[in-house]
């Protein structure tokens, strides 16, 4: 990092504003993929995985660590706590994983208009969640803690199967709903949604510390944090996964529980978004000079 560079600063209220905005619009958008029909050939099933622009967006425009976080928060509350059931363990490796991934990508980008640091970050964090969520289920098969023979009498075949749907996640949702849109709404929300925070778009002599690299430090992170992931999903297939229940909501109101569920992220949404415009109102009433927003 340059050595005029400033240091990437943000009050509380600006942290936790970009974490429940966070937490609230992918949640939002998680929700909208249920309702979406998946086609199963055979064993594979060819699905919209998720909307990952969103938190990918969030990501390189804002600090990447309280954006990872409130998305994979999101999905957990709104995707599942709020549908009535809840995976235990089961929910650890989710959260885990894809958080890593989105702050990794968020990380990548130094320069948030160019377009080839924002498709390289999107994919590389499109490619680590898949690939650990492909691993962590073939570890499962392979250490015999859940059954999976998708050729009879051949329990190898699991790799095969998640290959393929590791191909289907990152080639068709990854380009499609994380890719494409990433590298439209990041190049033209820059400079734009970062006052709604009060804060000057991150440039080069502003971005947070050692932005763009990964160090070694974070390759140990991830390390860890697979092997906290494998375990945790492992414990969900066996008697030692605390936490798991079911209230049935989903089962008695179907569809219309996820319709709740949006409504509900919907509304946190707006609210987050209309508490940001009257703060941007507030300063231009102030007048306050640019000079004096944290920075980004």
Known sequence: MLRNSRVYTLTSSQKMMIFV????????????????PS???????L????????PLTL??????????VGAALGEVIFGELMLGQFGGLGELEKFLTFSFAMYVAGRMVKDPTKRAHVGIAAMTGVVIHQLCSSLVDIGKVWIGVEEFEAVPGLAQSVVLVEGVG????????GILFALLPTLYLVPRLYGKIEP??????????????SAGMISPKIIIIGIILAIAAFGAESLSETDWNFGEWDSGFEDRFGVGAIWISIAVAAVVAIAV??????????NITKDK????????
């Open 47 to 54: 699905s919209i995985e998720y909307f990952a622009f969103i």
């Open 196 to 209: 709604l925070l009060g804060i000057r778009p991150r440039q080069k002599i502003t971005q947070y510390e």
């Open 273 to 282: 978004l209309a508490l940001m415009r009257s703060k941007r109102n507030r």
């Open 289 to 296: 000079p640019s000079g004096d927003l944290p920075h980004a």
């Open 166 to 173: 590791f191909l289907n996640d990152v080639l068709f949702s």
């Open 21 to 36: 905005l966070s937490m609230s619009l992918y949640g939002l958008s998680n929700m909208f993929t249920e309702l979406i």
């Open 39 to 45: 086609l199963k050939l055979g064993p594979i099933e």
């Open 59 to 68: 990501c390189m425009l804002f600090h990447p660590f309280y954006a990872a």
